[in-house]
T-cell receptor
């Protein structure tokens, strides 16, 4: 079945540093999504990508839809303490409208 | 704008007991989902519903039952709770349509401990 693998599993960085994380799959996805989960809350959609090669920004966040359609990347520039949380990539399950599969998440810690 | 609410926020129960987790959304979204979150596994789909009275199994449905008699409610029942069902449970909803049905809105979660 479809699976999404995220790396790294966790990151400990200093405030102000840039962050990169990625998500890979053995299957092709037509849509890539990035969600963020703040501690004690449910995930919230950050960025949605719909086209291979697409690069989309949301403030200090930039995500890319890989050209092979089997991967996606999320970058955070100049991290701040409120960037702390778990970042999930997700993609729609093939031919099952509305259902998403999620990666295992990348847990980000930012030291002030 | 209440959005999507889950109750209770925290629940402790014992092995073998029946537990129901509630989910209510005010947007009239067609799709509703139940996910569980466990360390190392991310979010795994338990059940989903495309509309009232239409439900389908997800990746990890064993031990769970759902119903959807009204569009706005999607309760999840653990018929006989087991320790392996200790987890954080998230309800989510979305509306159909290109570019919309993959944008899930999540509740704040229910942290369930089965002793």
């Amino acid at each position: 079945g479809q699976q999404l693998n995220q790396s790294p599993q966790s990151m400990f960085i200093q405030e102000g540093e840039d962050v990169s994380m990625n998500c890979t799959s053995s299957s092709i996805f037509n849509t890539w999504l990035w969600y963020k989960q703040d501690p004690g809350e449910g995930p919230v959609l950050l960025i949605a990508l719909y086209k291979a090669g697409e690069l989309t920004s949301n403030g200090r966040l930039t995500a890319q839809f890989g050209t092979t359609r089997k991967d996606s990347f999320l970058n955070i520039s100049a991290s701040i303490p409120s960037d702390v949380g778990i970042y999930f990539c997700a993609g729609p399950i093939y031919n099952q409208g509305g259902k998403l599969i999620f990666g295992q998440g990348t847990e980000l810690s930012v030291k002030p | 704008d209440a959005g999507i609410t889950q109750s209770p926020r925290y629940k402790i129960t014992e092995t073998g007991r029946q537990v129901t987790l509630m989910c209510h959304q005010t947007w009239s979204h067609s799709y509703m989902f139940w996910y569980r979150q466990d360390l190392g596994h991310g979010l795994r789909l338990i059940y989903y519903s495309a509309a009232a009275d239409i439900t389908d199994k997800g990746e990890v449905p064993d031990g769970y039952v759902v119903s959807r008699s009204k569009t706005e409610n999607f309760p999840l029942t653990l018929e006989s709770a087991t320790r392996s069902q200790t987890s954080v449970y998230f309800c989510a909803s979305s509306r159909p349509g290109q570019g919309q049905n993959e944008k899930l809105f999540f509740g704040s979660g229910t942290q369930l401990s089965v002793l």
